[in-house]
């Protein structure tokens, strides 16, 4: 068995593989650029190696820096996680030649799924159902144009060594493969340094679903189910779930037959992931194979039971499996949200920082419901521009696919994250969204639901009382321990205010009583004076002032809403909205009416940076005359 392992990755796989490791008795050594140098996964490791500059292309993707520090700390084997080295088929020999593990597949079979052009051809060979297209290397515009004529619009224009959507483009005419082309081209030469590309056919309304599969060196080779990920946003994975709400039992036994096929053909001996795309009528191509372990990989821990880090550094130890096909049952739904730091209201653009508040949702095993947290960052730490910016992701399994969404929309409700935008409040109303919860989605899912990108939405309804009734409910509870402060002057006794007017922004008010000095409590909305019918809800909490999140329940239903202070009331988030609530009594409310408004500053003779990053070039210089749309500066 491996005794030290190092992993040449960073963030939440390095933690994740860490874990694993340590509950196996493995010794750890972790390697950090010096972006990185307080990361967590330098501090959960036993031991940490220095590799040089925050930029990946001089540190985790230096192949020599990485084996010199496995030599140095007397480490076995190397886990390159995902991303950097670890479908580098040369990283793979380069180990193998030190003597060193490599926990992966085969450099072989690296290879032979690493081009995709290659990969296809060998897909057909093995008799996996393909995509049509041309798999033959395009030289020019016009042979593109003449070759997606006769494969039929629309066609998928890709970069043969690509991936994670780059050098990807989809064409529905001749003008639109012509430009396509030469951007795909262009894109692939820049990011892969190879400027190959095919042509396939585009499958319209197409699902994104894929097969675990697992090797051993013995020949052994067995899928573990699929994972449905088609809610992705310029190709790139949003949510993932497992099993896909789609598959019946007849295709999951034939996709899974040929994933493993594929596998057998390159004598697979690892963790991959056979990708497919699945078109309205179950009809399914095979797209890629990824000789590494995934990104969405806890879906499948959670409803095999299996933890696939274990089971490659077993493969890699040379274990035969310990499981048979037969052995493997899929039990229960997992769904997994990826956080990132973007802000989806201003079309999803990048947003580091210092993590000033990093408070998770309460992370259990309970009833049959599990909540997992997969993250390699703390509270303090940063988010930087050097790498991926995906915080963490959270894991919700429960005996159902319904229970599993309706958990992960709880988890993030009480999810705070303070510092920069991310993504939460989106994932938030996803959890919501009805086509998500009936399983009718596909690839093309965000775009149709947001065609105008994301709006955060606005208070209305059950979730517009739940928040005027938390806002209404800690400023009587801020009221009542004012009455309690010690060595208060005699005199008259202070008489506070009954009623209580909560604005939600856009001059949206709502009339609230709230009775009881302790939980739970009683608040009646709307009725004397309004235009609304009178309502009354009942809310019960654990909660004292200081607490980020307000959880407890309202009308007996669970609820959980952030709390961040602010003048003259509270800053809440529940269910993807976002709203800074004033609460007044009626007289303020009657003073507020006539109070002026603030305007903001003029700023159009400057320049705001739309996102943090580094400049690449500038193309004005100080004292020039410049006009509206006109290039100031290139930032990356």
């Not at 009542?480 to 005699?490: G, K, L, V």
């Amino acid at each position: 068995m491996i005794k030290k392992l190092l992993i040449a990755n960073r963030g939440e796989i390095a933690c994740r593989i860490i874990r694993t490791a340590k509950r196996l008795g493995i010794e750890t050594v972790a390697v950090y650029s010096e972006a990185d140098r307080d990361a967590l996964h330098v501090y959960m490791a036993d031991e940490a190696v220095a590799i040089g500059p925050a930029a990946a292309a001089q540190s985790y993707l230096v192949m020599d820096k990485i084996i010199s520090a496995a030599k140095e700390t007397g480490a076995d084997a190397i886990h390159p996680g995902y991303g950097f080295l670890s479908e580098n088929a040369a990283f793979a020999k380069a180990l193998k030649k030190a003597g060193i593990i490599f926990v992966g597949p085969n450099p072989k079979a690296i290879e032979a799924m690493g081009d995709k052009i290659e990969s296809k051809k060998l897909a057909a060979d093995a008799k996996v159902s393909t995509v049509p297209g041309h798999l033959g290397v395009i030289k020019t515009p016009q042979e593109a144009v003449r070759i997606a004529g006769d494969i039929g619009y629309p066609v998928m224009i890709k970069a043969s060594a690509g991936g994670g959507g780059k050098g990807m483009r989809i064409a529905y005419s001749s003008d639109e493969v012509a430009e396509g082309f030469a951007s795909s081209q262009s894109e692939a030469k820049s990011s892969f340094g190879d400027d190959r590309v095919f042509i396939e056919k585009f499958i319209e309304e197409p699902r994104h679903i894929e097969i675990q599969v697992l090797g051993d060196k013995h020949g052994n080779v067995i899928h573990l189910g699929e994972r449905e990920c088609s809610i992705q946003r310029r190709n790139q994975k949003v949510l993932e779930e497992a099993p896909s709400p789609f598959l019946d039992a007849m295709t999951r036994e034939a996709m899974g037959a040929e994933a493993v096929a594929l596998s057998k053909a390159v004598n697979y001996d690892s963790a991959g992931t056979v990708e497919f795309i699945v078109d309205k009528d179950k009809n399914f191509y095979f797209l890629e194979m990824n000789t590494r372990l995934q990104v969405e990989h806890p879906v499948t821990e959670l409803v095999t039971g299996l933890d696939l880090v274990e089971q490659m550094l077993n493969v890699a130890s040379g274990k035969a499996l310990s499981i048979k096909q037969k052995d493997v049952t899929l039990t229960g739904s997992a769904i997994e949200s990826r956080i990132y730091a973007e802000d989806p209201a201003r079309n999803f653009l990048p947003s580091t920082g210092r993590l000033v508040r990093f408070r998770p949702p309460k992370l259990s095993t309970e009833n049959g419901i599990t909540t997992r947290l997969d993250t390699g960052v703390e509270e303090g730490g940063e988010i930087s521009v050097y790498y991926d910016p995906m915080i963490a992701k959270l894991v919700t399994y429960a005996p159902t696919r319904i229970e599993a969404i309706d958990e992960m929309g709880r988890a993030l409700d009480a999810f705070t994250i303070d510092g920069f935008r991310h993504n939460i409040p989106f994932l938030a109303v996803l959890m919501r969204n009805e086509r998500w919860r009936d399983g009718d989605i596909s690839t093309k899912f965000i775009a149709e639901e947001f065609p105008d990108g994301f709006s955060p939405p606005v208070p209305e309804g059950r979730v517009r009382d739940v928040l005027a009734t938390v806002a209404a409910t800690i400023d009587h509870l801020s009221n009542n321990r004012r009455r309690m402060i010690t060595q208060q002057m005699y005199g008259e006794p202070v008489c506070f205010s009954e009623v209580r007017l909560v604005e939600l922004g856009g001059g949206d008010m709502v009339r609230v009583q709230v009775e009881g000095r302790d939980f739970p409590m009683t608040a009646t909305l709307g009725g004397e004076g309004t235009d609304e019918p009178e309502r009354t809800v009942t809310l019960d909490s654990n909660w004292w002032f200081g607490e980020p999140v307000f959880e407890g329940t309202v009308d007996g239903e669970l609820v959980a809403v952030q709390v961040r202070s602010i003048l003259n009331g509270v800053h809440l988030t529940y269910h993807g909205v976002e709203v800074p609530i004033r609460v007044f009594t009626e007289r303020e409310a009657n003073y507020l009416a006539v109070m002026p408004v603030k305007e903001k500053p003029d700023m159009s003779k400057f320049l705001l940076c739309p996102m943090p990053g580094l400049i690449v070039s500038l193309a004005v210089e100080e004292g020039q005359d410049v006009s509206a749309g006109e290039t100031l500066c290139v930032i990356e």
